[in-house]
């Protein structure tokens, strides 16, 4: 009795053994029992034979017809011993035929493999072994599964002899059922394998983690039934198929084949289906495979069942990266490491791709981030994560990333363009800006993008020619940047955006026809370019045509009848040629379209996220984050500069101690630049009514503005010109001095505060903030005739009088709205 027991476990443990792929430890406990047992001594044979085949089939795979010669010289020993077995009375005899055919399969002997597997009953074998919940050989159904696929894969070969269409469909029908039944049983048993107990501590490391493998028989068993139902032309069939296997109960052995069944899923449903075409999940589908046991599957009442196309995509996408992110950190083998960033990117571009569409970015940004932990020296993993910051409006953080893209591949000149965009733009590092610009230039590429390079350049000496207090650094930097701009030019003469900033530098620059030849130029390039047409526009009313300027601009808002700052200058238009009343019939319009868009932007912000807005096109160009706040922050100063940048972060300074210090103000909710166009609108609807002489209506609009940003350089200025218009010279004295103290480059604070000083007497320090006035801008001619007055009031009339042609010469090539509010783009 006693022997009987040693005996029996002496046999789980070699079952054990074979079950974790631990063929030589299988192999020396079968030894050890071989004197006691005709049946141990048996199985010695065979398992010597299953570890030769097993560990050549690990070296070589089985299904590359190159191998078959290899197999028949390497495992003629095994092929001997096994055919000995098969043919005697061996308790052994069933696992030594199932081995032999595997065995032939490898050597190339389809026919023979076949006629092997038809002396076993593989059906009966797979049903005897998964009886009840306890099965009784792992490995034994482990071996059926694969020579399930070994008679599949068999009979694919011999396809070619048939002759007819419906021979050849009886036969794919007879793999795929092959082929399926061979996936569920490999299911089935790596299910099993996570029922069995580990290694007890203190028992010695466990085997099954570092010898267990997946084979790829099996793997392409499981690959091949939806692949072969697509081939058929049967698309229903192939995706639930996917969804079937993806079902079933996860197993830690499986992980790579889940992550790669995800991944193909994806792949087929965005290439094969559409929103309307869609069919969700059906969870009561009976399998059309009933002959063989079926793997486990989860309850489909604790499953969730995506509705749309999109969602199951992402749902797939997120479970094929949250396995491959794992296995990327796990593995240390340099060449699967490399397989794995393969598949990792694959799954990156798609997620990509579908949370993009859903305007999606910060969970797109959450992915990247974990996938740094893993992605050293892989450009493409590192460029996408910078896109979505970019995209995440997180720009600070973006442009570390595009510095290591740039580190990564040097000559890139994308990356150099797009870290200058994200500085001009974004950041207000002009300077900055400009170096990466260079380093564009300094790249070896096509003229095309060296053309874009210079472009680039050209922008970057305009801005820090702006940032220059010294009137000979601005004449100089403006210089480099025309030479930047016509360097362009030459390199590609087809491109509208360089006509556009030669014609915008050149109307800076007061050469009003020059600027008119360029720009359109580059409408001849792109009719449809809007900052070129509202460039025509503010040219023509700088040549004091402004009935032409109100037809253009007209045409205009026909293709861009959303668009606030075309809307601005038409109101600056209508108030000369068609009077006050239709300009003030343009502003309330603008509040209207402003109040419908932000409904928009507070949708995005996330305030709620059950609106249906949010299912909108994310690139709606209704978007207030579609506009720039370039255009109006110029509109309220004579020109924009780093200082302002500095002045907007002191506002916000003043406004976190006001919400500190008084509760009854607290900032708006939602996106902030919705609020500052807001303000601009208020502000210059503000300007008109003191243009009607209509105070009150203009004190109004002032204090809407205050209610959202009251410490803004902009406040202050709006207070100082009402009470300028009352006669309150001291009250608009005081406002003056402190919208100038919040930005000391605010140049209508500064020329207004010049007329308030005069009035006051003070000409000596009126001068003084003109002559600052006019350093900061050259061009604004109201300043110049004030200077000139307080001049003559001082008796300098040569002085007064140059200040005087100054101011009739810039007056007479003045536009409706400064050339600034149009922005420098790059794209």
Known sequence: ?????????????????????????????????????????????????????????????????????????????????????????????????????????CEGFYQVCL????????????????????????????????????????????????????????????????????????????????????????MGPSTESNNFIVTSLIEMAIKQVPVMHWKKGDKIKCINRYREMLRAVESRFAHDIRKTLALELAQLLLRSSSSSSYKSIDLNAKSLNNKAPKPMVYCPDKLFVPKTLDEEVLLLLLIAEAVATRE????????????????????????????????QFGRLTESFEKAMRFSFQEFHIWYQFANSLISSSKYSQ??????????????????????????YEHL????????????????????????????????????VAKDSRLNADRQSLNQKALEAFKTAQDLN????????????????????????????????????????????????????????????????????????????????LEKIVLGPDEALSTYQKMLKLWKDMHELDIADDGSDSKSKVRERNPWDKRSLAQITLNEFSERGSGSIRAESYAASRMEKAL???????????????????????????????????????????????????????????????MRGLVYEHKGCLNEAKMCYENAISVNPTHTKSLYHLGIVLHKLGDNRLAEKVLRDAVNLDPCFHKAWFVLGIVLEATDHPEDASHCHMMGTSLEATCPVAPFNVIQRVMT
């Open 1 to 105: 009795m006693a022997s009987k027991t040693k005996t029996y476990r002496l046999e789980s443990e070699i079952d054990k053994c074979r079950v974790e792929c631990n063929w030589k430890k299988a192999v020396e406990l079968a030894k050890q029992g071989a004197l006691k047992s005709t049946d141990i001594a048996s199985i010695v044979n065979l398992l010597q034979s299953e570890m030769a085949l097993e560990e050549f089939i690990e070296a070589h795979d089985p299904t590359n017809e190159a191998n078959a010669l290899t197999a028949r010289q390497a495992l003629s020993e095994a092929d001997d011993t096994l055919v000995k077995l098969s043919e005697g009375n061996s308790l052994f005899k069933e696992q030594a035929l199932l081995l032999l055919a595997k065995l032939k399969f």
């Open 115 to 202: 006629d092997t597997l038809e002396k076993v009953d593989l059906t009966t074998i797979a049903l005897r072994e998964s009886e009840g919940n306890a099965y009784k050989n792992t490995r034994l159904l482990y071996m059926v599964a694969e020579c399930f696929a070994i008679k599949g894969k068999c009979l694919d070969k011999m396809k070619s002899s048939l002759k007819t269409k419906y021979k050849i469909s009886e036969r794919e029908d007879e793999i795929i059922t092959c082929y399926e039944i061979a996936g569920d049983l490999a299911f089935l048993c790596l299910q099993q394998r996570d029922k069995r107990p580990t290694t007890p501590q203190g």
């Open 328 to 359: 990327a950190v796990l593995e240390r083998n340099e060449e699967t490491h490399e397989l794995t960033l393969t598949n990792i990117t694959a799954i990156y571009d798609l997620l990509a791709l579908i949370l993009v569409k859903r305007a």
């Open 398 to 423: 973006a442009l570390p990333v595009l510095s290591e893209c740039y580190r990564l591949t040097p000559q890139n000149v994308t990356v150099c363009l797009q870290a200058a965009q994200l500085c």
């Open 428 to 463: 207000q590092l002009n300077q900055q800006g400009v170096e990466w610009s260079q380093r564009a230039v300094q790249c070896n590429v096509p003229k095309h993008f060296l053309a874009r390079a210079y472009m680039a350049l050209g922008i970057g000496l305009c801005l």
């Open 493 to 572: 003469p087809s491109d509208y955006l360089t006509a556009f900033h030669l014609a915008l530098q050149y109307a800076n620059l007061r050469k009003i026809n020059v600027a008119i030849e360029f720009t359109k130029k580059s409408l001849e390039n792109r009719s449809d370019f809007i900052h070129s047409l509202h460039l025509l526009t503010l040219l023509l009313s700088a040549r004091k045509q402004h009935e032409e300027a109100m037809t253009l601009i007209q045409a205009a808002l026909e293709e861009y009848p959303d668009n606030l700052s075309l809307l601005m200058t038409k109101a600056k």
């Open 655 to 717: 406004s976190d101690l006001a919400s500190s210090m008084n509760s009854s103000f607290q900032p708006r909710a939602g996106p902030q630049r919705s609020w500052v166009i807001q303000a601009q609108i208020w502000l210059n609807l503000a300007e008109l009514y003191l243009s009607l002489n209509q105070v009150q209506e203009a004190q109004s609009c002032v204090q809407e503005t205050f209610q959202l940003f009251p410490h803004s350089v902009y406040v202050f200025f």
